[in-house]
Structure formats: C-alpha cells, structure tokens
C-alpha cells in the first residue's frame, strides 16, 4: 500500500484530503507545520508527498529545496496562492506538481495516482542499462537515473529528468508541449501545459554551456521540441 505524507497547517483540508486518499487505498499521515513535514519526510519512507505552501516555522518553497537534495519522490505543491510566480518557483525547485485552492479531493485523487504510476514506471529496474545515451558529451543512464555532461555529474529533478530522457530517447522527434505533458505528467487535461516551458527551461541552465544558444534540446517556434543529434 503506497504511503503518502500529507503537510498542511489547515487541519480540515489535511482531513478531507486524507479521507479521499485512504478511500482510495492509500496509507496517509498528516503533519502541520513545515519543521515537523521535512523531518518525517526525511525519516521515513513515503511514496509521494502532499506539500502546502504556507506552513508554520519553514514554507513550502524551503522544503521542497531541501528535500530535493536528497529525494526523488513526487512532490505536489498545493495553495491558495495562484499567481504564476509561485508556480514557476515551485516547479524550478522540484515540485512535479502545483495546485491551486480550492481544487476538487477527486482531482487530487488522480493527480497522485497518475505521479505515482508514471514514477513507477519510470524507476522501474526493468530498464536496462544498455539504455544508455550517449551524445554530443552527454550521457543519459535511464537504470540509475544519473546525468553526466562531459564527464561531469549533473543533478536534475525527478520530472526535469523525465522530459530530457523522452526527448533524448526519441532525438530529432519534434513534441508539442500538450504531447510532452501527457507523456510526462500522465494528467492529459488536468494539468497546465506551461509546467513543460518552466522544465525545459531549467533542463537547458543546468546542462547547456549557453542556455540562450542551446546545444542539445532546440526550440522550434509554434510547434514543439526535439533533441537535436
């Protein structure tokens, strides 16, 4: 049974969020405050993390930074706040998800179900490492996860790096941004198509020399995306 840690300050949303969750099968624990969030995310092994925004002692931002360090877990980000800043914010720090309140428990539901099977899948051992790619100084090991670029290590989130693998495993194969995010988040309309241009924006500081004149993943305007050989 997947175990997931529920962080909101707002007892009755943590509540009714659970409530969905454990109807749907799921293990939930709850905690309210953003010290008490962090280390038992830190201590114990849960499959997927539910992160409010405003919490007390540390906010949601500072979590999802910390916690990226070292977990590759997906992490929803959830508040009221629905200005486009915070969402890009969350995003760039490693949230695979960001939602807005109110939002339906059912939405919730699916959204987690849908992180939770396209991560499994992702992870899966069944990959082989003869997987491997290999271009242009950068290789892309999909068994262990692990970026390297010209020899050099790079560290990119869990949904960072599930984008520059579907577009390095298909190089010179053009994807809308519609076709990234269904293939990616697995949420088809539920989602907001512009969490792909925050990801491939990121992807690009942390693994082009020059993310103005990139090498590997090339824009082309109005259509799409491909990763250039």
């Excluded at 941004?177 to 907001?192: A, H, N, Q």
């Excluded at 512009?194 to 004149?213: C, L, M």
């Amino acid at each position: 049974m997947k175990k997931i840690l529920i962080v909101e300050d707002d007892i009755s949303i943590a509540e009714l969020e659970r409530d969905y969750l454990e109807i749907n099968g799921f293990t939930v624990e709850i905690e309210n405050t953003g010290l008490k969030g962090m280390n038992r995310a830190r201590s114990e092994n849960f499959n997927l993390i539910i992160l409010d925004l405003m919490l007390p002692e540390i906010d949601g931002f500072q979590i999802c930074k910390e916690l990226r360090e070292t977990l590759d877990i997906p992490i929803l980000m959830v508040s009221a706040k629905g200005e486009g800043i915070d969402k890009i914010r969350g995003l760039g720090l490693g949230a695979d998800d960001y939602i807005t309140k109110p939002f339906s428990p059912n939405e919730l539901v699916a959204r987690v179900k849908a992180h939770l099977k396209r991560y499994e899948r992702l992870t899966s051992k069944e990959q082989k490492k003869n997987e491997i790619v290999e271009i242009n100084g950068l290789s892309i090991d999909p068994y262990s996860r692990r970026i390297h670029v010209n020899n050099k290590e790079i560290n990119l989130a869990s949904k960072e790096f599930d984008v520059l693998w579907l577009l390095a495993s298909n190089p010179n194969r053009v994807f809308n941004k519609e076709e990234i995010f269904e293939r990616v988040w697995g949420l088809d309309s539920l989602g907001d198509v512009s969490t792909v241009t925050v990801h491939i924006r990121r992807i690009r500081e942390k693994i082009e020399y020059d993310s103005s004149q990139p090498r590997y993943i090339e824009t082309l305007w109005g259509v799409g995306y491909r990763f250039k050989i």
